[in-house]
């Protein structure tokens, strides 16, 4: 007995059904790309110890991409990326973090190394983190350990900064038992003024993130006059203590890679990206400068050197 041949019509109707399907349903699940994307806003030595710990934790396959500090770079990756959009995107610094935002908004999206993210509008709702600014009972136990004798603590801040960590700051400064002296600054006339009187009023300063306060030129001029008066200045970045700031407490490298790996990986274990908001670093970095030890006359017990993770010390000129 011979087939009867196929009807041609319902054939096609078959076919062009199958054509009318959304890609992401008509290619098998395995062809999906699986790559997460680490997008770095520059080649700083900084961004290494996190990339290799986030690629060593994620389970995924790994590109990274360096927008290099140039606009134009940037575009060019972000409008490859939006025509093969990676599974997640990690990016380092806040031009990687504000392109990866606003130029690929549907991919979830893990931010590191931006101070404030708020102020750059890095945010979504496929947008997560982890927070540049270790939780400040950390950072002032160092400033104990190192700076007993400490008592009075000075914070500047523009009248414009909300951040919400600054509030934290002060009430664990109180809470750590010190009185602090906080000044909002609305102009760069009123922040070099204050920069002029503080040091002379307080045991320590204690500088914050701030665009208006936290200048080449202002910070010049707080050094200097921090000196001057033997009043040790603690910072929130290793580069302001090689810039001469006393002392910093920053999230360790290794720990920035390890959260920004397991914010993703919950997201990949079905929690909201949106939701997770930002990661607070639990392990710290501790920077000394010896230069600026000297220079205020602080004295610290060697054997408290350990907790020290580096020690900064430019040679003096001749």
């Known amino acids: 007995m011979s ?8 054939l096609l109707r078959l076919l062009g059904a199958l054509l009318t399907l959304p890609l ?11 790559t997460v994307v680490i997008l770095k806003s520059d ?48 990016a380092l610094g806040a031009k990687a973090a504000w392109l990866a ?61 909300n951040d919400a960590m600054v509030g934290e700051a002060i009430q664990a400064a109180r809470n750590a038992g010190y009185t602090v002296i906080a000044r909002r600054l609305s102009s760069e006339k009123d922040v ?15 500088l914050l993130p701030d665009p208006l306060v936290v200048t080449p030129r202002n910070f010049q001029v707080l050094q200097a006059e921090a000196v001057a008066a033997r009043v040790p200045v603690l910072a929130y970045s ?28 919950r997201h990949f274990d079905g929690e909201n990206i949106g939701v997770l908001g930002e990661a607070a670093p639990d392990t710290v970095r501790v920077v000394l400068n010896r230069e600026t030890q000297d220079a205020i006359g602080l004295v610290i017990d060697p054997s408290l050197l350990g907790f020290v993770d580096a020690v900064v010390q430019r040679p003096r000129s001749r």
């Open 3 to 10: 087939r009867q041949p196929t009807p041609l019509r319902p």
């Open 24 to 34: 992401s349903l008509a290619l098998p699940e395995a062809q999906a790309r699986d």
């Open 43 to 90: 080649d700083l030595d900084a961004y290494d110890a996190p990339i290799d710990v986030f690629r060593g934790q994620i389970g995924r396959p790994v590109e990274v991409l360096n927008v290099g500090g140039d606009k134009a770079t940037g575009e060019r990756i972000a409008a490859s990326l939006a025509a093969d959009p990676p599974v997640a995107v990690f």
């Open 101 to 161: 935002a606003r130029r690929l908004p549907q991919v979830p999206l893990v931010h590191a190394m931006v101070l404030d993210p708020a102020r750059y509008g890095i945010s979504g709702p496929a947008v997560a983190g982890v927070r540049m600014q270790p939780p400040p009972d950390l950072v002032l136990a160092q400033l104990q350990l190192l700076a007993p004798e400490v008592k009075r603590v000075g914070i500047m801040l523009s009248t414009t900064n």
């Open 192 to 206: 070099r003024a204050a920069l002029r009187r503080l040091p002379n009023e307080v045991d320590a300063v204690w």
């Open 238 to 265: 290793e580069g302001l203590v090689q810039a001469g700031a006393l002392l910093c407490v920053a999230p360790d490298p290794n720990t920035i890679g390890r959260l920004a790996a397991e914010q993703l990986k």
